[in-house]
Structure formats: C-alpha cells, structure tokens
C-alpha cells in the first residue's frame, strides 16, 4: 500500500534509522537522546507518520482513505495472534510494538486525525489554508506528539500528555505563521516544563530554527536537550534571519 510496501528484502533496523535521517534529519537527531531501548520504536513511529502523510498527497482523496484503512486493518493485526501484512514498516512495528498494546488507540488516533483531513479535502476539493481545516493539521501534529510521548514513557501521565498535545499545535501554528503562533508557543513552552526528561526526546525536533545550518541544528538540539528549555519563539525566528 506504500512505496515499501512488499519488497524483495525487508528492511532492518539500521535500514529504518537512516531512512528517518534522510528524510526528517531533526526527529532523527532528536533520537538520539532516547534510550537504546526505546529508539527503534520511536523512529518506527515518525515513519508511520510519514507513510500516512503520503495520503495528503494523493490526487484523489478516496485513494488516501484506502491507504489509512489499510494501515487500520495493519495495527489491528499488531493485537492479534498472527503475522502482519509482508511490509517492511508494519512487519518493524510488528517486532517493537506487539507488546505494547498501549499504543494501538494513540495509532488510530493518528489515523484519524488524517481521516478528518481528507474529509475535507473530500469536501471542499483540496487543501484550505485557515479555519477549521488548519485545525485539523493541529490534531495530527498534536495526535503525533502524543504518540512518540507514549512510544518512549509506558507511564506518561495526562498532564504530559496535555503538554504535548499543546507543544504540537504551537509547531503547526508556527509554521503556517497563525495569528495566534506566537501565544499558542509560549503557553506550550511553558507546559514543557512538566515534561520529564524522558520525554524530552519527542520535543527535541522543535528547537532548530527553519533555516539553520546542519551544525546550527544539532547545535540548537544539543542545547535544549541539556537545558530542557524551548527558546521563545522570537528567539526561533530571529535565528531564522
């Protein structure tokens, strides 16, 4: 159902690790920072989320409904007795998360959350910058942080998991420059400070500034990861100029 899907040799670990650090090189060095034993698992989770958003890019939004319906029907098979699907990510998923059923309701969540953007999408013929729909790119971020929060802590509590969720939206708003960017940030930045520094590694992605240099990022992450602290996001976009 995906670009990987069905290959003639499955991936294996290290084969993941690099995929994430080609194609979202701060989630990955963000990875960094947690433990062996739950870094796998956390970059299997950035690539689901990958996977589903190849469904937003779809020119025909039914298309990327069949796509999360098969995703659906694949983390249910993570709760069952029997293999997964041939499929290099859901077979990986397979391996790290079929003793965590803990993470099956925040997967579909995840899911969903796309669902509900390609029901407008259905709707309204594609993308629509703004209102309600940019909500909707809220949840996702927010349902993503949620789950990496959970990937690395069995026992994450619902303030921190609140923290997260607030800590996601602030990054969408951000990045679509939202009237309310700057609030939504500082209230988030302040909640990340209930955070333990377990968690911190699903954060960590929010610290470099969009244009900073390759160094410069692992600059930012190195530091906040010491500090615990997110940077006003003035300081963010100062850093951007």
Do not use: C
């Amino acid at each position: 159902m995906s670009d990987t899907a069905n290959p003639p040799t499955l991936a294996s670990a290290d084969d993941f690790d690099d995929r994430l650090k080609r194609t979202d090189e701060d989630r990955w060095l963000a990875s960094r920072y947690a433990p062996q034993s739950h870094r796998a698992l956390l970059v299997a989770v950035y690539l689901l989320n990958q996977e589903l958003q190849r469904t937003l890019q779809t020119q025909e939004p039914m298309l990327g409904k069949i796509r999360l319906q098969w995703w659906r029907e694949t983390i249910e098979q993570l709760a069952g007795p029997g293999p997964v699907r041939r499929h290099d990510l859901a077979e990986e998923l397979e391996r790290l998360a079929r003793s965590r059923q803990d993470l099956a309701a925040p997967m579909n969540a995840l899911i969903d959350a796309f669902d509900d953007i390609l029901d407008d999408h259905m709707q309204a013929g594609g993308h629509q910058p703004g209102g309600e729909h940019e909500k909707r790119h809220l949840a996702v971020e927010a349902a993503l942080m949620r789950l990496a929060g959970r990937a690395l802590r069995e026992d994450i509590s619902e303030t921190e998991l609140a923290a997260l969720t607030l800590l996601g939206e602030a990054r969408v708003a951000s990045l679509a420059e939202l009237d309310d960017a700057e609030k939504r940030w500082n209230v988030a930045r302040k909640a990340s400070g209930k955070l333990r520094p377990a968690l911190w590694p699903a954060v960590l992605h929010l610290a470099p500034g969009a244009t900073d240099n390759p160094v410069a990022r692992r600059w930012r992450i190195f530091v906040t990861a010491a500090s615990r602290k997110l940077r006003p996001l003035r300081k963010i976009r100062e850093s951007d100029h």
